[in-house]
């Protein structure tokens, strides 16, 4: 079917309100353009912001020629309880607000007449998420036409038989065809050809060897064209041959060679720009994981979007693609629990049908935290769903993430999460009482007591017991926080494989040391890779320099517990894994930020806070706590060429010191066990000239976004962390989108002409025009800056 991209021009209002229709185009996320307010019923698990219902619009005209062809609309993503209607009649609901679908409009045209097709979505039911979700169209709308003959939507399926002599099976799925051909094409050059006889029931197969064809790796990304012709409709489907085993004694493998998974959990937001989807934020998520040394992904709690898979079939990394937060007992009062029963298999299928054709995506993740596994219920749902996975897709292995102590709390009538529960925190809410309940009870606890909390609380006996019938359900079993059960259980369950679900930074290294050993443990999944929106606080240690006293809390806006924070800026938390998973020799320096005074908000989802910099004018002779990340056995650190400590490392890749600040150079040299010098790193105080930097991160490409580093640097463009001000952007020849910094605490939020700074730094988010050039203007009370960029027409322009 051709396909034409449906996005531009849609009008959006909320309902149930005397507002107007707004022209927008989408990925449209309405709920960012809401106020935050403490009376949101949906609170701290949605930033704050308020709920409501919204109606969508958009005109087709078909000609009169048009009638004989068949029309579909696709919806990537809209949240939630989507109903569409053309002319004013429905045509289909579908309430998951993270499943793409197809809707046919074909008998309900007028031809020769404008169609208005209308999508009303519904999200003034609040709570019913864990976390930010937006509201609204947040993800691209296809039209699909077909004429006579066509490929059905999702009709090219590709699955890679053999890696000896590469072999692939093509099989499709026509409409009113008798013959089809396909091509397979590596970049420019045809590299295969066939004919295809199609059955009566419009479907074909063909099996092809690719002798000379590379393999598909997250180390080598090769990729592939498959374009299938039927009559005058042309599908492309991108590939790569990739083959996934998994046994107990070799691990998880890609291509016959074993794979231990640097994972990363990532929310399906955006960060500054919200909930919508767009391809250029979808793929910087993914060059950022890249570069913080994972080469996993798990889209933690739902599935994820095609340009999130697109990315990471081009630049390499593998997907643990999610269904559900929950399953049929409630986490909030509203959530899916309402509709598994009814839509848990279509939406499988969906999410199947999504990712099959994308070698990136290896593993399928039915649901996140489900107490229901220690329940024979949860038991035998959690064999139903790996059973119909296998029917729809039997390439890929299956999980679910399982918090072992709290598999233990709920069968013990102490469920973190309960359908009582659910409707204690509504109740609490609307009473304006303040006690917290379920996973906010417990993550509350867990910050207070440490990440310990929860590890320690997986060993007990009962835990095992509570989950070892649905761990035998799963082909890999999916654990959360429990990493302290993995030697143990591997001895006790000799056909189990384990995956860390859902683990803390701090267990990175003990991770790797563990899995070198072990074929069986076969991965990590840190919470989180990426800070995300919503959940606000859990991962944040965030002082009273930047949420005073009697600060409201509406003003939390992120969690704060991403390896990688709102802005894209790698944390000290993303050198130390580099350096426990062996990617990175040099040694890394980071520094507890010195000016910061008072109690931080408690997080055991954070290891450390520490910054890249030895610069705190104002703060000389203050005691500075200074983290070395290396596996070399001996550290050295100097100060201005002055040996001021020396440790040995023990049982992790981080020495910690403390010492008196002062100016100049901080210098790490590390050694070996007999004394021989293996490297060293510096941080170097920067100079007392203050400017504002701009650092656009790629070229200003016309249509698409360009993302703006805004720093207070000296003239080298080192950092200056304890620099602050509100800094005011003006652009011409682009939109400001979104300006704002990486603070958890962001009363201002977004959406603002000027933003506070957080450690020195901010950032901006800019749509560029069709223009020549794009300038960007910046400054303060004391500073100014301003960067002029030629605006490029293609992405490959020079």
């Known amino acids: 079917m051709k396909k034409i991209d449906f996005s531009a021009n849609w009008r959006y209002r909320r309902l149930d309100s005397k507002d107007v229709f707004q022209t927008i185009d989408v990925p449209h996320d309405a709920m960012f353009l809401e106020s935050r307010t403490e009376d949101s019923m949906g609170g701290h698990n949605i930033g704050?912001?308020?709920?409501?219902?919204?109606?969508?619009?958009?005109?087709?005209?078909?000609?009169?020629?048009?009638?004989?062809?068949?029309?579909?609309?696709?919806?990537?993503?809209?949240?939630?309880?989507?109903?569409?209607?053309?002319?004013?009649?429905?045509?289909?609901?579908?309430?998951?607000?993270?499943?793409?679908?197809?809707?046919?409009?074909?008998?309900?045209?007028?031809?020769?007449?404008?169609?208005?097709?209308?999508?009303?979505?519904?999200?003034?039911?609040?709570?019913?998420?864990?976390?930010?979700?937006?509201?609204?169209?947040?993800?691209?709308?296809?039209?699909?036409?077909?004429?006579?003959?066509?490929?059905?939507?999702?009709?090219v399926r590709i699955k890679t038989l053999a890696i000896d002599i590469p072999t692939i099976e093509v099989a499709l799925q026509t409409v009113n065809a008798s013959e089809a051909v396909i091509e397979i094409v590596d970049g420019q050059?045809?590299?295969?050809?066939?004919?295809?006889?199609?059955?009566?029931?419009?479907?074909?197969?063909?099996?092809?060897?690719?002798?000379?064809?590379?393999?598909?790796?997250?180390?080598?990304?090769?990729?592939?064209?498959?374009?299938?012709?039927?009559?005058?409709?042309?599908?492309?489907?991108?590939?790569?041959?990739?083959?996934?085993?998994?046994?107990?004694?070799?691990?998880?493998?890609?291509?016959?060679?074993?794979?231990?998974?640097?994972?990363?959990?990532?929310?399906?937001?955006?960060?500054?720009?919200?909930?919508?989807?767009?391809?250029?934020?979808?793929?910087?998520?993914?060059?950022?994981?890249?570069?913080?040394g994972y080469n996993a992904i798990r889209s933690a709690h739902n599935p994820c979007s095609k340009a999130l898979l697109e990315a990471c079939d081009r630049l390499g990394m593998y997907v643990l693609d999610e269904y559900l937060d929950g399953w049929y007992i409630h986490k909030t009062e509203y959530d899916y629990a309402l509709y598994i029963d009814e839509w848990w298999q279509q939406d499988l299928k969906d999410m199947v049908e999504k990712d099959y054709n994308h070698p990136c995506v290896i593993m399928y993740s039915t649901g996140n935290e489900v107490s229901e596994t220690a329940q024979p219920r949860g038991i035998e749902f959690t064999k139903m769903m790996r059973d119909y996975l296998h029917q729809l897709d039997g390439t890929r292995p299956t999980t679910v993430g399982v918090n072992i102590f709290f598999n233990f709390l709920s069968s013990m009538g102490f469920g973190v999460y309960s359908d009582e529960k659910a409707k204690k925190e509504v109740n609490n809410k609307q009473n304006n009482k303040k006690a917290p309940v379920g996973s906010e009870f417990y993550n509350t606890l867990a910050g207070i007591l440490g990440a310990h909390t929860m590890k320690i609380g997986a060993t007990l006996y009962l835990c095992d017991v509570k989950t070892r019938d649905a761990f035998a359900n799963m082909d890999i079993a999916g654990y959360n926080y429990g990493i302290l059960r993995y030697k143990n259980d591997l001895k006790k369950y000799p056909n189990r494989l384990i995956l860390g679900s859902e683990t803390f930074a701090s267990d990175a290294y003990k991770f790797w040391e563990l899995a070198k050993e072990h074929p069986r443990i076969i991965g990590d999944f840190v919470w989180a890779g990426m800070?995300?929106?919503?959940?606000?606080?859990?991962?944040?240690?965030?002082?009273?320099?930047?949420?005073?006293?009697?600060?409201?809390?509406?003003?939390?806006?992120?969690?704060?517990?991403?390896?990688?924070?709102?802005?894209?800026?790698?944390?000290?938390?993303?050198?130390?894994?580099?350096?426990?998973?062996?990617?990175?020799?040099?040694?890394?320096?980071?520094?507890?930020?010195?000016?910061?005074?008072?109690?931080?908000?408690?997080?055991?989802?954070?290891?450390?806070?520490?910054?890249?910099?030895?610069?705190?004018?104002?703060?000389?002779?203050?005691?500075?706590?200074?983290?070395?990340?290396?596996?070399?056995?001996?550290?050295?650190?100097?100060?201005?060429?002055?040996?001021?400590?020396?440790?040995?490392?023990?049982?992790?890749?981080?020495?910690?010191?403390?010492?008196?600040?002062?100016?100049?150079?901080?210098?790490?040299?590390?050694y070996d066990k007999k004394g021989n010098f293996l490297s060293e790193t510096s941080l170097k105080t920067a100079n007392a000239e203050t400017i504002i930097s701009l650092e656009p991160e790629s070229k200003a490409i016309a249509g698409r976004l360009l993302y703006i580093q805004i720093r207070y640097t000296d003239e080298c463009g080192n950092i200056k962390p304890t620099e602050r001000g509100r800094i005011h952007v003006s652009v011409l020849g682009g939109e400001l989108v979104a300006l704002g910094h990486a603070c958890s605490y962001n009363p201002d939020g977004f959406l603002k002409q000027f933003t506070d700074t957080y450690y020195g730094e901010a950032m901006a988010i800019v749509r560029v025009d069709s223009t020549d050039t794009l300038t960007i203007k910046a400054h303060d009370e004391h500073y100014t800056a301003k960067i002029e960029l030629p605006i490029y027409k293609k992405v490959n322009e020079n």
């Open 531 to 670: 800070d995300y929106m919503g959940e606000t606080g859990v991962g944040a240690w965030v002082y009273p320099a930047y949420m005073p006293k009697g600060s409201p809390k509406s003003g939390w806006l992120t969690a704060g517990s991403g390896r990688v924070n709102l802005l894209g800026q790698l944390s000290a938390e993303v050198a130390y894994t580099r350096i426990a998973f062996e990617l990175d020799e040099q040694p890394v320096i980071a520094v507890r930020p010195v000016h910061m005074k008072g109690m931080h908000s408690p997080s055991a989802w954070k290891m450390t806070d520490a910054l890249f910099s030895w610069t705190y004018p104002g703060y000389e002779g203050e005691t500075a706590e200074v983290e070395v990340y290396t596996r070399a056995e001996i550290v050295r650190l100097f100060i201005n060429e002055k040996l001021i400590a020396v440790k040995c490392r023990k049982n992790d890749c981080r020495v910690l010191f403390k010492l008196s600040y002062q100016p100049g150079v901080l210098t790490a040299k590390t």
């Open 189 to 292: 050059t045809l590299i295969d050809r066939k004919t295809v006889n199609i059955s009566s029931d419009g479907t074909g197969v063909v099996i092809i060897s690719l002798p000379h064809a590379h393999l598909w790796s997250a180390d080598a990304p090769y990729l592939y064209q498959a374009c299938v012709s039927v009559g005058t409709d042309v599908v492309v489907e991108t590939f790569g041959i990739r083959q996934i085993t998994w046994d107990t004694t070799q691990g998880l493998m890609i291509n016959g060679q074993r794979e231990i998974l640097r994972g990363a959990c990532v929310h399906h937001d955006n960060g500054p720009l919200g909930a919508a989807a767009f391809p250029e934020a979808e793929e910087r998520k993914v060059r950022l994981m890249k570069l913080a």
């Open 48 to 155: 704050y912001f308020q709920g409501y219902n919204y109606e969508y619009e958009k005109d087709l005209v078909v000609t009169k020629e048009d009638k004989g062809k068949t029309f579909k609309l696709e919806f990537e993503g809209v949240y939630q309880q989507a109903t569409i209607y053309i002319n004013s009649e429905q045509l289909l609901f579908r309430p998951y607000g993270y499943t793409n679908f197809f809707v046919d409009i074909t008998k309900k045209l007028k031809y020769g007449d404008t169609n208005t097709i209308r999508v009303t979505v519904k999200n003034d039911q609040q709570p019913n998420s864990r976390w930010y979700t937006g509201t609204g169209i947040y993800r691209p709308v296809h039209l699909y036409i077909g004429d006579e003959q066509y490929i059905t939507e999702n009709g």
